[in-house]
């Protein structure tokens, strides 16, 4: 009988993919709100500073705007992956994990208070480097 | 185009769909509890891999989940052609899109979260369970509602 239910078990698994329980977690937003960051720095960068017209004052305040909003999510996106999703166990594997987060999180907020693209990529690099942990830990 | 012999599957009756019934998924596991009640982690299921398009609303897919590539079960919620309510308005599903959803929406990781799901990435339609035994038996249609 085992050797039937051997034969007949599936080699495929279908994901009914949940949200909360199953923790379903992706550092992907994370990234896309880093590089959204670094991209509002280099629009910044771009506006006129003499003369500016109405609409590139608008421009710029959306522009700041959108950058904290996005330095926000990144802090939102790493603390419920480092809290919620990293276990003692991978604490185990990378012991630097406790003070990557830490720094992300205070590179967001240097990123939400100054206009500095070096910060910017600074932060970029930094959450790359911290979803490349989170997907080895999957495999 | 030059058409090969394997273009061609021998043209015996369902030759077609025999051809790509062995090749293609058709006995899945089921992980996850969004489908939850009719379809539960454990579930063993078998797959019509025949299909050749979105089947009707209210059934039961297996797919490549957009974001991630891995093979996703939801129930078609809206076929191409129909209207879905979003927050950002109305949105109209394209000739090869359909809207896919869980049962348990509190939960569930769906459309609502990466948009239309392509006939590109339909793998089939669940028809049948067999097994746990106390749940054995095909896998019926449901109305859904679509949009969040």
């Not at chain 1, 977690?25 to 959204?36: K, N």
């Not at chain 1, 208070?113 to 910060?119: E, K």
């Not at chain 2, 991630?68 to 950002?88: F, H, M, Q, S």
């Amino acid at each position: 009988m085992p050797r039937v239910t051997s034969w007949l078990k599936p080699t495929t698994t279908v994901y009914a993919h949940c949200d909360i329980p199953c923790g379903i977690y992706d550092p992907h937003a994370a990234e896309l709100a880093a590089r959204t960051v670094a991209r509002m720095v280099e629009m910044i960068g771009k506006l006129p500073i003499e003369n500016p017209s109405v609409a590139d004052r608008a421009n710029l305040v959306r522009c700041i705007t959108i950058k904290e909003q996005h330095a926000e999510i990144v802090k939102h996106e790493i603390q419920v992956i480092w809290s919620d999703y990293f276990k003692a166990e991978h604490v185990e594997r990378y012991p630097d994990l406790h003070d990557r987060t830490w720094k992300i999180l205070k590179l967001a907020s240097k990123n939400k208070q100054n206009i500095d693209a070096a910060a910017a990529a600074e932060l970029e690099a930094a959450v790359k480097e911290f979803a490349d942990i989170f997907w080895s830990t999957k495999k | 185009m030059n058409e090969t012999p394997e273009d061609n599957p021998p043209a015996f009756p369902f030759a077609r769909e025999w051809h790509q019934a062995r090749r293609g998924t058709w006995r899945v596991a089921v992980a996850e509890d969004s489908m939850a009640p009719a379809l539960a982690p454990d579930d063993w299921l078998l797959i019509d891999p025949t299909c050749d398009r979105w089947p009707r609303r209210g059934s039961i897919v297996v797919f490549r989940e957009p974001d991630t590539d891995l093979l996703a079960i939801k129930r078609v919620a809206a076929r191409p052609g129909d209207r879905v309510r979003i927050a950002a308005g109305l949105l109209h599903l394209a000739a090869d899109e359909a809207w896919l959803l869980g049962d348990n929406a509190a939960v569930s990781l769906d459309s609502r979260r990466y948009g239309p799901v392509s006939l590109d990435d339909l793998v089939g339609r669940a028809w049948f369970r067999y097994s746990p035994a106390s749940r054995i038996g095909t896998i019926r249609r449901r109305a859904v509602k679509p949009g969040r």
